[in-house]
């Protein structure tokens, strides 16, 4: 599960303060000594109990200059742009009797939907109860990433992250399904980025089962292979028949059999297609490339 950071103090910061000190650190989550410095002020922003509540109050009235953006879903809020290797987020995270919650659905808080991260970020509860998660670990080096894969998946422990709370969770081990707190409550996270995350997947899985279900992680390059081979150009197809057969990132290889497959005329074309793919070299590639033939013989 996240590694849990015990950090007892009542020292409390401003947010640019926050913004300041953490951009100088340069978060790297390998380095013990830097992740517990930027826990330090992550802390130190938790302890400020009025922070969140007076920037919001000031958008509403549209008396600030801070620009607070909504990013990754409809809860969560950019409090800092990109600084470095980090930027600031707050989640909100509503309780099943709130109306967001009622009119939206448990899916789109994320709830109920076993994941693990392409990236590494601290986290700490900063109001109310806190949600709970059922915390599992993986081995990544030893998954494919195919849909039904075995992900080798080992329970840890059901917990909350209650307010002061905070936690280290660490790309491509830390696996968790979320379930929402009993009351509405706030979680801010200092999220590390790597430029080459977006090669590294994130993976779904079926807690029942143990299985990877499916690819989360967003890609704009596979967006933007998938709409060129969908116009139809021959140079977009020579690029994406290069793409199946050479690129080292198997799920843009994926994405190529997929984009050319669905162009296809018929099924005798779509099952040739996909009979390339069973043999270009990609372990996970050819998993899916057998699965799609199946489908396409029944």
Same mark, same amino acid.
């Given at each position: 599960m996240p590694k %849990?950071? !015990? %950090?007892?103090s009542n020292e409390s910061c401003s947010l640019p303060e926050a913004i300041e000190a953490l951009a100088a650190l340069? $978060?790297?989550?390998?380095? !013990?000594?830097?992740? $517990? /410095?930027? /826990?330090?002020w992550l802390r130190r922003l938790t302890n400020n109990r009025t922070f969140l509540a007076d920037l919001l109050l000031e958008r509403l009235a549209g008396r600030?200059?801070?620009?607070?953006?909504s990013g990754y879903g409809p809860q969560a809020l950019l409090l800092s742009p990109l600084r470095g290797s980090m930027f600031l987020r707050?989640? %909100?995270w509503p309780a099943e009797h709130d109306l967001c919650f009622r009119n939206s659905g448990a899916k789109s808080f @994320?709830?109920?939907v076993p994941h693990d991260h392409n990236f590494s970020f601290l986290t700490s509860g900063y109001l109310g109860p806190g949600y709970s998660s059922d915390y599992y670990e993986y081995d990544y080096n030893a998954v494919m990433g195919y849909s039904g894969e075995a992900a080798g998946l080992r329970f840890v422990e059901r917990s909350a992250l209650y307010q002061g709370k905070v936690m280290l969770y660490r790309a491509h081990r830390d696996v968790h399904s979320q379930l929402p707190p009993e009351s509405l409550s706030v979680s801010l996270n200092v999220m590390h980025v790597d430029p080459a995350q977006c090669w590294f997947d994130q993976y779904g899985f079926d807690l029942e089962s143990g299985e990877v279900t499916r690819v989360l992680s967003p890609n704009a390059t596979e967006v933007f292979l998938r709409t060129?081979? /969908?116009?139809?150009?021959?140079?977009? *197809?020579?690029?994406?028949d290069w793409v199946g057969r050479s690129h080292p990132s198997g799920r843009l290889r994926l994405a190529s059999f997929e984009a050319r497959?669905?162009?296809?005329?018929? $099924?005798?074309? =779509?099952?040739? %297609?996909? =009979?390339?793919?069973?043999?270009?070299?990609?372990? *996970? @590639?050819?998993?899916? /490339?057998?699965?799609?033939r199946r489908a396409i013989a029944d």
């Open positions: %849990i950071i !015990d %950090i007892a340069d $978060l790297d989550p390998r380095n !013990d000594a830097s992740t $517990l /410095a930027a /826990a330090h600030t200059t801070h620009e607070i953006d707050a989640n %909100i @994320v709830y109920g060129a081979v /969908a116009s139809g150009s021959g140079d977009a *197809m020579d690029f994406a497959a669905g162009q296809s005329p018929d $099924l005798e074309a =779509r099952d040739a %297609i996909w =009979r390339e793919g069973e043999l270009c070299g990609s372990r *996970m @590639v050819a998993a899916e /490339a057998r699965s799609r």
